[in-house]
């Protein structure tokens, strides 16, 4: 189905209220997931896929398509959320998450449809994201490449010699987000390491910036859409968001990090978000 | 002639990059490529800067779309600090990227531990997919890197820092197949690495004056490994010596140990830098003889196996543990 098909009756907010019911669903499963990262990144994950990306999921490999890392790849039950959603593989897929014999690992793998390059170890995602984009324009396409990071991410030194690179090799077809939910596993991150101001490290790596609610997904389309945003630049989003957004016994707290949820908290989650849908 | 495998890499790959528009020379600041030579290479060459763990990453960025980079740093970097982005982003997704990786062993010599690399051949050749070679000199490094641009899946090749002798003709060097320098019934000599491959010739031409009879290989790919070769060697020797420039432990001795463990048992002594960080200055020829990683101590190893053995039946392991 062609996204115009995909959101014909939907808006990109019930597309994201089903990808977070998905998202609850797996990590209400035998090992759980990192619910609270990834229910962070769904309306930015939301607004590439059903937006931004020029992706075709009858043809995956498309040389000319737009590239996504997820460079957090602990959010991997959003990515597949998402993946499946758009169409990548059947929704149904997802109850295998966790479960042996499914594909679905506990980071993202290429054997799943529409994963560009595994990920999971931290500070990975930037450096390979500039390959792409570097090959593109070598190539001469005209594709995009966009890299989700963590804000805790950005404590990997990696990240800034990937952010040097980049704007050194002037790669303005290339924009991160960073899914800037200030908490990681064991708690705030700035009180780990502050990295306030963030939006002027970025810039003062020589990136475009701007900071928007990150839960607001008709935004993040247009901004995201409209990158690069300074001719010659980086570009990246700097997305505030919420960790365990749409859950409001676990929203904000470092605890949502890696949640197994019990059937009743499970059926307290989903009550949770289908009340948030109603009030709209 | 004495030459640098780096340089032989350098003017190969130079000599490659407009007859393949897909290959990448992708360089960490390394001085291997002048300003002339990056202007020969155009477009298809970038110094990415001073950041091992983001070049590797790039490289691979790039060979998952339709690029094959070659990747300049030191084999001391590739290998301990870029480790986890070769095993993730490259190994991983079996992507065809070469790490050319200068002053291996022991040929960063005076500029010390920082810049050896005497632990690159174990920890690569555990990486699943990943192919691993030794070039013993320049004509060999020039016939890996020819043979590098259809090969599937990641490249390690291991390269030296100033020039080094060729090594006696040999059958063509190819990649994956050891090259049998000399052959004999009584021991085998394995050697990888320009210094060693000489040693290993060396020591078989004094042993054939004293009656005892050497098969000496080359051993330049650790991975795939050369099991046929080595058992076919092995079969009618009493003994197999590994000369290498790394430590004991992983590298081609703990390969041709693992081999022959499991598939034509055989007493195997690993000769290579003592288990401990180089504390001595100087060149690498210097420390090659420093640590004995001489023909002469290949003989003598040989020698004090076949005599101890001929005594009483065992090896005197405290000389080889030193």
């Known amino acids: ?280 | 002639m004495s030459r640098a495998t780096r340089e032989a890499y350098r003017d190969s790959v130079l000599a490659l990059l407009g007859r393949h528009p897909e290959l990448m020379c992708l360089d960490s600041d390394t001085g291997l490529f002048s300003a002339d030579h990056a202007a020969a290479a155009g477009d298809q060459y970038l110094n990415l800067g001073i950041a091992e763990q983001n070049l590797m990453g790039v490289a691979a960025g790039m060979a998952a779309c339709g690029r094959v980079p070659f990747v300049n740093t030191m084999a001391a970097f590739a290998a301990s600090r870029a480790l986890e982005a070769i095993k993730i982003d490259i190994a991983y997704n079996r992507l065809p990227v070469r790490i050319m990786a200068t002053h291996g062993g022991l040929a960063a010599g005076h500029l010390g531990p920082t810049h050896q690399a005497l632990e690159d051949l174990a920890v690569m050749r555990v990486l699943p997919g990943m192919t691993v070679v030794v070039p013993a000199d320049a004509a060999a490094t020039e016939a890996f890197v020819e043979q590098s641009v259809t090969l599937p899946g990641p490249l390690y090749v291991r390269l030296g820092r100033k020039p080094t002798p060729p090594i006696p003709a040999a059958p063509p060097p190819v990649i994956g197949k050891a090259q049998t320098l000399r052959t004999g019934g009584d021991v085998v000599l394995v050697g990888c690495g320009p210094y060693p491959v000489l040693a290993c010739v060396a020591a078989a031409e004094t042993l054939a004056e004293q009656g005892i009879e050497a098969t000496v290989l080359n051993m330049h790919t650790l991975r795939p490994f050369d099991t046929e070769t080595l058992i076919a060697a092995a079969r009618p020797a009493t003994l197999v010596i590994t000369l290498e420039e790394h430590w004991r432990a992983g590298g081609l001795g703990g390969a041709v140990a693992e081999a022959l463990a499991e598939a034509q048992p055989t007493r195997v002594l690993r000769l290579g830098v003592p288990d401990k960080f180089v504390d001595e200055v100087g060149n690498q020829e210097h420390l090659v003889a420093h640590y004995d990683l001489t023909a002469e101590r290949v003989v003598r190893a040989v020698r004090t196996a076949l005599d101890t053995a001929a005594r009483s039946g065992k090896t005197d392991w405290k000389e080889y543990h030193s």
């Open chain 1, 1 to 280: 189905m062609t996204i115009t098909q995909l959101l014909e009756c939907d808006t990109l907010t019930d597309v994201a209220a089903r990808i977070r019911s998905h998202v609850v669903d797996m990590c209400a499963g035998p090992e759980g997931g990192h619910l609270g990262g990834a229910l962070s990144c769904v309306d930015v994950l939301t607004a590439l896929y059903f937006s931004v990306l020029d992706v075709d999921t009858h043809w995956p490999d498309d040389p000319d398509r737009d590239r996504f890392l997820l460079s957090k790849g602990h959010a991997a039950v959003a990515l597949y959320a998402t993946l499946a959603e758009r169409g990548f593989f059947p929704v149904e897929e997802l109850a295998g998450f966790g479960r042996a014999g499914s594909r679905l690992m506990g980071h993202p793998v290429r054997a799943v449809p529409g994963v560009e390059l595994p990920t999971g170890s931290l500070g990975h995602g930037l450096a390979l994201g500039c390959g792409f984009a570097l090959a593109n324009r070598y190539a001469g396409r005209a594709s995009r490449t966009f890299v989700l990071l963590g804000d805790g991410e950005l404590q990997e030194g990696s990240v800034w010699e990937a952010a040097i690179a980049a704007a050194s090799l002037r790669l303005d077809r290339l924009v991160a987000v960073v899914d800037r939910n200030g908490l990681q596993l064991t708690g705030p991150t700035d009180a780990i390491a502050p990295m306030e101001p963030l939006a002027e490290r970025w810039r003062s790596f020589g990136w475009a910036v701007r900071e928007v609610d990150g839960h607001d997904p008709e935004l993040l389309a247009d901004l995201l859409d409209a990158a690069a945003w300074e001719p010659g630049k980086p570009s990246v989003l700097i997305a505030r968001t919420v960790k365990g957004q749409g859950l409001p016994f676990l929203a904000g707290r470092a605890s949502s990090h890696y949640v197994t949820l019990s059937p009743r908290n499970h059926a307290r989650a989903i009550s949770a978000l289908r009340v948030a849908e109603a009030l709209g």
